[in-house]
């Protein structure tokens, strides 16, 4: 294939996928106008169920919900159970990103609910090992504190306002959008150089227990690009299914930062860490084996 056609292929695919991509960004702006801070305030009230509420919270596709974990954690008002569940189950741009290809819409559900299951399972077993008890600081304080975190696009995360529903969203699908092309044609510079999709697997260590690991590793980067990569990786076949689960597993997005910057202990942030990232590569490999 000539460089200007696979050129064009990567930017008729990308301009396929924007007015999905802007349809579903506004919902979701809509959806976090009205109860962002609901799902804070379940998150932080829930208790036991922490865990529980927490992964479903952080399975819809908003943007900063780890962000808004990462400081109630730092303020002693989640457990790290509830923190490594909202970490595991979010996947930042992952649901958008398939949702703006109609024809993978059938892979939205068993990714969320794959995800979700082992973030509460994953949750409970840490807060029954570690036994964490939560303290009494006032909701005004956490408030205030999250107010100040910035999303993906630097927009207040608790502060909303009626101009980010229109605004946001187109920020936010030209960022991504930006991030699929540039991804979409190195994916197309790498099937033109092997020789097809179909071959495109078997350079990325398809069915390999190296490649959840390596995956898992790279999800790790706080950077809403690792998980669109991953994603459009995982769509081209490029990725096994237990390897998109341990990539997304790990990429808790711009939450690993705050939590750097806000955790008084590194120790503990480094124990979260390396939790979350065990989890996602444990969770890939055997998914990996059960699929085949």
Known sequence: MPLADWLADALKDSLHMLPFLFFIFVVIEVIEYFYSNKMTKLAKYSGKAGPLAGSLAASFPQCGFSVIASTLYTKKLITKGTLLAVYLSTSDEAIPVIMSEPSKLYLVVPLLLTKIII????????????????????????????????????????????????????????NVFIFILIITIGINYLVFTVGGEENLGQYFLHDSVLQPVITAIVG?????????????????????????????????????????????????????IFILLFVSIFSGILIQAIYN
């Open 119 to 174: 973030a509460i399972i994953a949750g409970y077993a840490i807060d029954f090992i570690i036994d964490q008890t939560k303290n009494n600081n006032s909701l005004n304080d956490t408030v205030e504190d999250t107010e100040a975190e910035q999303g993906c696009c630097k927009h207040h995360i608790n502060k909303p306002r009626k101009r980010d529903l229109i605004f946001h969203p187109v920020e936010h699908t030209f």
């Open 220 to 272: 790790l980067i706080p950077n809403c690009a690792v998980s669109i990569a991953i994603t459009l990786m995982y769509l081209k076949g490029a990725l096994g299914f237990g390897s998109v689960i341990a990539g997304l597993c790990s990429s808790a997005g711009l939450g690993i930062l705050v939590l750097f910057k806000k955790n008084d202990s590194l120790k503990d942030t480094l124990k979260i």
